[in-house]
């Protein structure tokens, strides 16, 4: 039996300092696409004229240019330009392994799924997080589809994705998936790759879930996901109405409803200020974001400050049992609180999996963990990041 053929759509919009690395990485893979189309949404930098390199040099790329109408519209005229019996979808800033589609494709021509889905990789500046999707990993078709369906979105609080939303972790039939590609209300900014894959797989006949890694979700400062809007939350009931008409009610509990509007939370990293303040705070606090992505769930922790941060970690982790707080290392140990509070020098005494460094400056962590280090706590049990408010 002939392999399945591949083609995989990159959107583009002013990434001139990201598309070379983005392409590259898919040139080199050990599994090369059958083609690669670059969709330009808009692009007033550079993007188009290093397109057009590659273009003049590989005679399976090609290069679109649309209206800067979003990342759904190019993802559709991308879909309507493929050839490939399966699909696969990149944002122009992101990289994969050099190994990811060959073993996506492994699975696709073993099992002829309607897709095969893997995890995505988080990279910040310092570090990077693999995001562990709950759902088991096997074939999921007649007999057990349901198992699917019931926690395909989220299995509990706070980063525990079912499966993440994401489609570009993802190697799609293009048949079955293109109607909810082209289906797409295009006004949906927030959440467009839920609007695909949630019906999706609600529709589907067949998905092969697998704890495959590969592609590389690199997390910067100025995209679009990181940035705060006021229209958030009607955005994301615009999203909610969107998929009420597009999953059948017995389909769509109340629950997961619930579900989405966790799981997007967490994806575009809104929940400090929307999903979270209700549960936590009063209007003149300030709350900083339990770092969940980079803790396994159970551990135990002992939070390293008791101030504001500390105190908001506290908070969090007593309201959704995320984790178990062994102590809280202070070098004011008399303060007053709901857990035992140590000195810094008492830590290696106790028996823990991370030291949780609370504080926002970065100069101080440092400091810190510098304590830590001298104390001979080992570095890899230190977690520190530049916590988000």
């Known amino acids: 039996m002939n392999e399945a053929s591949l083609s995989v759509v990159i959107t583009i919009y002013n990434l001139e300092k990201y598309i070379k690395r983005c392409i590259n990485s898919i040139l080199t893979q050990t599994h090369i696409p059958d083609e690669i189309i670059l ?8 993007s188009g004229e290093f397109c057009n390199e590659y273009v003049k040099r590989y005679p399976f790329i090609k290069y679109i240019k649309i209206d800067n109408v979003g990342s759904a519209a190019a993802r559709k005229a991308g879909t309507k330009a493929s050839k490939g019996e399966y699909i696969a979808y990149v944002d122009g800033d992101d990289v994969l392994e050099q190994t990811m589609y060959e073993k996506y494709m492994e699975q696709v021509n073993l099992h002829h799924p309607d897709a095969v889905i893997g995890r995505i990789t988080k990279d910040y500046k310092d570090y990077c997080v693999e995001i562990q999707d709950r759902i088991i990993p096997k074939i999921y078709e007649e007999d057990n589809y349901e198992e699917l369906i019931d926690k395909m979105v989220d299995c509990g609080p706070f980063s525990d994705y079912g499966i993440h939303a994401s489609l570009c972790s993802k190697v799609f039939r293009k048949e079955t998936v293109a109607p909810y590609i082209y289906e797409v209300d295009e006004r949906i900014v927030f959440g467009e790759d839920a609007a695909v894959l949630y019906p999706f797989l609600i529709n589907s006949l067949k998905i092969c879930v697998t704890e495959l890694t590969g592609y590389h979700w690199v997390m910067r400062e100025d995209s679009k996901t990181h940035s705060k809007d006021s229209n958030y939350l009607s955005e994301l009931n615009y999203l909610e109405d969107y998929l009420r008409d597009r999953i059948p009610e017995q389909v769509l509990l109340p629950f997961m409803l619930n579900q989405i509007q966790n799981a997007l939370h967490r994806q575009y990293g809104f929940c400090d200020s929307y999903a979270i303040k209700a549960k936590y705070k009063n209007d003149d606090e300030v709350i900083y974001l339990f770092p969940f992505e980079r803790i396994p ?3 135990g922790i002992i939070i390293y400050g008791n101030g504001l941060v500390g105190k908001s970690f506290c908070r969090q982790i007593k309201h959704s049992g995320y984790c178990r707080i062994i102590a809280i290392a202070d070098r004011n140990a008399d303060k007053e609180g709901d857990y ?14 991370y030291v949780l460094v609370a504080v926002s400056k970065k100069e101080m962590a440092m400091e810190m963990k510098e304590v830590l280090k001298k104390e001979g706590i080992n570095e890899e049990k230190i977690i520190w990041s530049e916590y988000r408010i």
């Open 39 to 46: 969709v330009d949404d808009g692009s007033t930098d550079r």
């Open 297 to 299: 769930r159970g551990s």
């Open 340 to 353: 035992h509070i140590i000195q810094p020098t008492e830590i290696y005494k106790k028996d823990y999996d």
